[in-house]
């Protein structure tokens, strides 16, 4: 029975900080970790990996029934090459109807290929153990100083931890003697001289961090031919931790202002309102916002930080840092939301923040074919630019109207107008398009994060890439919401510089009157 079922052995190998080219998935109701959205001319692609392929094992593991953070973390934690062996879709089908013992099929092949490998993942009674990892340890200056001596050691690279004084700073922050010191604040020093190191510890004043590895690690990161660093540090031992806060909105909204710093990019929390539903979660004035709902805001500008905000409509979830924690983070050269990821259950966190092969469990960054038809107040959204940014976006979408009907969602970015790619095309030149559409309108649209992804991986966006939809005969059922005033002291952010409402007969303009980054929700 099991002759017919053939595994594929496919060896896939990237270049360093690129990607693998493919998603690795669990999806509801479907059983196995699937290969999705096997990206063309990849090294996924290039190893015969093919969409809906199930994977049975990692290096000669069998993962099968592993927990998908387990198998996301023996790929991540195998460097820049992969050994991963695959069973067609229709094929493990067979296998699972037939009762097929998945850990037999394929054995032959994946011992081949263990016998490849120096060193697999760590085993512990059959299951995958926590692979050694490097450590960040934050050093904070005593009266005695640090309480360390630094050596070097014939033989091997770097130098090393040694006269560790038992109460001293070091052993405090998680220091072991015969650690080897990688970096210092986020800077490599493996090569540096004895002199050198001394004056960087010195030139650091009263605090120091300091990434480690033991000869464990080392042992193991040199078998799998990987490279130390901080992104693949544990990061329990830093005394400093963000804060996860989940406000529930009041009836005067959550109380707290959102700013932009412009010398630092920084969005700050500022005049949080006494007795507000902020105040009472735990937020504090001068917090710095690191990520809204689970999704990262470092590199974004103030309108798209505040529209992630304003999707929540009851409630919002927001990880801080107070200013402490945010210089701590930055010494080290590495976000908060690292940590974040790192210490969020594997069910709930973002595996696709923090893994090489982009892996993913809930975000879809295929874009939307939104079909609609006029109502009577227009199709039901607004249509916005960013100032000195490319693209348009869409925004005010109306509740139960035809663009809410048709799938549209606040913040989507533009991509096509009836099959017309508008991605480079004038603001005008879009909003006309839309007003000579009749009453209909086809949109393909996509998430600002699936739009940055695509840009970053030199993707076109096409609406080939998106799910098929059926197109309404008739206008759908929907009715209209009007919008209250907005309070004086909630200015819309700066960045917007014009819109234009389709529900109007002619495109119009509106410029910001505020001219600061300052928000109140």
């Not at 099929?105 to 490998?117: I, M, T, Y």
């Not at 994060?449 to 096409?462: E, L, M």
Request: with cysteine.
């Amino acid at each position: 029975m099991t002759s017919v079922l053939q595994p594929r052995e496919c060896k896939v190998t990237k270049k360093p900080q690129k990607s693998y080219g493919f998603y690795l998935r669990m999806e509801k109701d479907t059983a196995g970790h699937l290969i999705r959205d096997v990206e063309k001319n990849s090294p996924a692609e290039r190893a015969g990996l093919k969409d809906g392929d199930r994977v049975l094992r990692v290096n000669g593991v069998f993962v099968d029934k592993e927990e998908h953070a387990q198998v996301v973390e023996i790929v991540k934690n195998s460097g820049n090459s992969v050994v991963l062996l695959v069973l067609d879709d229709a094929s493990y089908q067979k296998a699972e109807k037939e009762g097929v013992n998945l850990e037999d099929l394929g054995q032959k092949v994946s011992l081949g290929q263990q016998q490849e490998q120096q060193s697999p993942p760590p085993m512990a009674n059959g299951s995958i153990t926590a692979v050694p990892q490097p450590r960040l340890c934050y050093l904070v200056k005593e009266e005695k100083g640090y309480g360390f001596s630094l050596k070097t050691t014939e033989g091997r690279k770097g130098l090393f931890i040694v006269e560790l004084s038992p109460q001293g700073a070091a052993a405090k922050a998680g220091v072991q003697n015969n650690d080897r010191l990688i970096e210092i604040n986020g800077k490599n020093v493996e090569n540096d001289t004895h002199e050198e190191v001394v004056e960087k510890v010195k030139k650091s004043e009263n605090c120091v961090m300091f990434l480690l590895s033991n000869e464990e690690t080392d042992r193991y990161y040199t078998s799998q031919k990987m490279v130390l660093s901080r992104e693949g540090a544990n990061l329990r031992l830093l005394p400093l931790k963000p804060r996860l806060i989940e406000i529930q909105k009041g009836t005067n909204g959550y109380g707290f202002y959102l700013r932009m710093e412009q010398n630092t990019r920084d969005h700050t929390i500022k005049d949080v309102d006494s007795g507000s539903p902020a105040a009472k979660a735990g937020l504090k004035d001068n917090d710095i916002l690191v990520a809204v709902n689970g999704e990262q805001v470092d590199g974004l500008d103030h309108e798209s930080v505040v529209g992630k905000i304003k999707q929540s409509e009851a409630k919002t979830t927001l990880l801080v840092v107070d200013k402490e924690t945010n210089a701590m983070y930055k010494l080290a050269q590495i976000s908060p939301f690292l940590y974040y990821c790192k210490a969020q259950d594997p069910t709930t966190a973002k595996m696709e923040e923090r893994v090489e092969l982009h892996t993913e469990q809930k975000v879809n960054h295929k874009p939307r074919i939104c079909k609609m038809v006029k109502g009577p107040s227009g199709f039901g959204f607004s249509l916005n630019v960013t100032t000195n940014k490319p693209g348009l976006f869409i925004n005010e979408v109306q509740n139960h109207g035809p663009a809410d009907t048709a799938g549209v969602e606040n913040n989507d970015f533009l991509v096509e107008v009836n099959g017309v790619n508008v991605i480079n095309e004038s603001y005008d030149k879009v909003v006309a398009r839309i007003q000579d559409s009749g009453d209909r309108l086809t949109l393909l649209v996509c998430s600002k994060d699936a739009y940055t992804y695509f840009q970053g991986q030199n993707i076109p966006i096409t609406a080939s890439m998106a799910d098929p939809v059926h197109e309404a005969s008739a206008p759908p059922a929907y009715t209209e919401n009007h919008p209250s005033e907005p309070e004086r002291n909630s200015p819309e952010p700066r960045e917007r510089a014009s819109s234009s409402s389709s529900s109007q007969s002619a495109a119009s303009t509106r410029a910001d009157s505020d001219n600061n980054d300052d928000t109140k929700f």
